[in-house]
């Protein structure tokens, strides 16, 4: 699976939009990209994921680049709660590969 | 809608002990997954299953038995419980093993004196 690069830390202001960038050059066609999130003593949370066109949910939306060497995980309207670890994961999966590796991820920290 | 369980939160026992973490999903998810969690390591797969009666191992299989004789049931043993297997245990479930999201339980704490 291709490896992705994160910003250590962010923060953002509640009620304001946080973007969350993550780089993976290396991805190959027919590789995912995923997003999960961790808040403290909690089990990951799986958020969205794509494979080339954007997409949307209730949580969120997830912006991939057209050459998909990059994505952008967009909360809208970050509340307090949004506060914890995103990671961003390129995945492969099916055959025998049902692994999720989770790199340092990203701190998002919403502030009042 | 109560997903995915496990129990219990948290566990203490001693080294040599047999412990048994359960793990229950309501979604009727064929595959499912167990990882534990080590600052310095993230996530690590211990042993996943694709169906009922269907096990695999995963990066880190020894010292633990799993079993699937339920859809719904994934039950994680340590047959003789040693302090390296101190951890955090996640179970996880998915629909179907391609591309499709796993979703995680609040997890085990168990700690091994």
């Known amino acids: 699976d291709a490896k992705t690069t994160q910003p250590p830390s962010m923060d953002c202001a509640e009620g304001r939009a946080a973007n969350l960038p993550c780089n993976h050059s290396?991805?190959?066609?027919?590789?995912?990209v995923y997003w999960y999130r961790q808040i403290h003593s909690q089990g990951p949370q799986y958020i969205i994921h794509?494979?080339?066109n954007n997409e949307t949910n209730e949580m969120a939306s997830l912006i991939i680049t057209e050459d998909r060497k990059s994505s952008t995980l967009i909360l809208p309207h970050a509340t307090l709660r949004d506060t914890a670890v995103y990671y961003c994961i390129v995945m492969h999966s099916g055959g025998s590969n049902y692994k999720l590796t989770f790199g340092k991820g990203t701190l998002l920290t919403v502030n009042p | 809608d109560a997903g995915i369980t496990q129990s219990p939160r948290y566990k203490i026992t001693e080294t040599g002990r047999q412990v048994t973490l359960m793990c229950h999903q309501t979604w009727s998810h064929s595959y499912m997954f167990w990882y534990r969690q080590d600052l310095g390591h993230g996530l690590r797969l211990i042993y996943y299953?694709?169906?009922?009666?269907?096990?695999d191992k995963g990066e880190v299989p020894d010292g633990y038995v799993v079993s699937r004789s339920k859809t719904e049931n994934f039950p994680l043993t340590l047959e003789s419980a040693t302090r390296s297997q101190t951890s955090v245990y996640f179970c996880a479930s998915s629909e179907s093993g391609y591309n499709q999201p796993q979703h995680f339980g609040d997890g085990t704490r168990l700690s091994i004196l």
């Open positions: 290396t991805i190959s066609g027919n590789e995912y």
């Open positions: 794509g494979l080339k």
């Open positions: 299953s694709a169906a009922a009666d269907i096990t």
